[in-house]
């Protein structure tokens, strides 16, 4: 004999739930109100930097002077590709980009921390590590 099953509209409430129990009203902290950040807008001229195909004096826009330092030491016209990143807003004015960079001979890694200013977010630190 085939399996019976029942239909969503025959099924009730489940029993364990407690009859007074309202749903957790959503998030509404200060992170909320964070604007979208896209860590492209800073990771692919990076790589363009990298790569040699960009100078690093175009990034002076979105990159701060200690950072742009940084990259500028790193820049030998190496093929970089990016790997996996993640993004972590720390503040509703601050995020921490972390990930990878897969040179030819080896993955390095790399930390970045950008900040929300009149609206515009920038690149205030950039590490490279060996």
Known sequence: MPPQLRTLSSTGPAKHRHPTAEPSPPFSGPLAAAPALDPRRFLFPLIEALNGRRPPGQLSATFAPDALTTLTGVTARTHARLGRYR???VSAD???LAGTL?????????????ERRNSRWH????????
């Not at 040179?103 to 790399?110: D, E, I, L, S």
């Open 102 to 114: 897969h040179m030819p001979t080896k993955v390095r890694a790399f930390a970045a921390r950008v």
């Open 87 to 89: 993004l972590c807003h």
């Open 123 to 130: 690149c205030t630190e950039f590490h490279l590590l060996p």
């Open 94 to 96: 601050a995020a921490e």
